[in-house]
């Protein structure tokens, strides 16, 4: 059970990711951004639910990625990543609550570094988690 919900949630990172590229390819970059950070939230929940650990019910992306890091004995490496990435961790927790309640205008230059981003953090945590 738990590895096909790991399977899951890292399928639905997928999906989101490429929604973000379909609303990037559309002007829609609100919209792209909002899905950048789903994919990177679900992303981080599959890996921590792929390591033994019920992932705590918080959007945190910050919170999640140094939870991570914990679970993975890799916490200076990880708080190292954040503390370089904080503006990036920043505007996709903000993605997240203004597009919900308060909506923000992103620019193509934003929303293409936060997919950028998305990548990085990808990588980042795969060479630790394979």
Do not use: W
């Not at 899951?8 to 609100?30: M, T, V």
């Not at 490496?77 to 927790?93: H, T, W, Y």
Request: cysteine-free; charged content about 35%.
């Amino acid at each position: 059970m738990k590895r096909e919900e790991v399977k899951r949630l890292l399928d639905r990172s997928r999906k989101f990711k490429d929604a973000s590229e379909f609303h990037l390819s559309r002007g829609d970059y609100d919209l792209a951004v909002f899905n950048i950070e789903q994919s990177l939230q679900l992303f981080l929940k599959a890996k921590l639910l792929e390591f033994g650990v019920d992932f705590p019910r918080v959007h945190s992306l910050r919170k999640l990625f140094l939870l991570l890091g914990q679970v993975l004995d890799k916490v200076d490496l990880f708080k190292g990543f954040e503390n370089e990435r904080s503006i990036e961790f920043a505007s996709l927790e903000d993605a997240y609550v203004t597009s919900r309640y308060f909506p923000r205008d992103f620019s193509k230059s934003e929303a293409e570094k936060l997919l950028k981003f998305l990548e990085e953090v990808i990588e980042f945590v795969r060479k630790f988690s394979s």
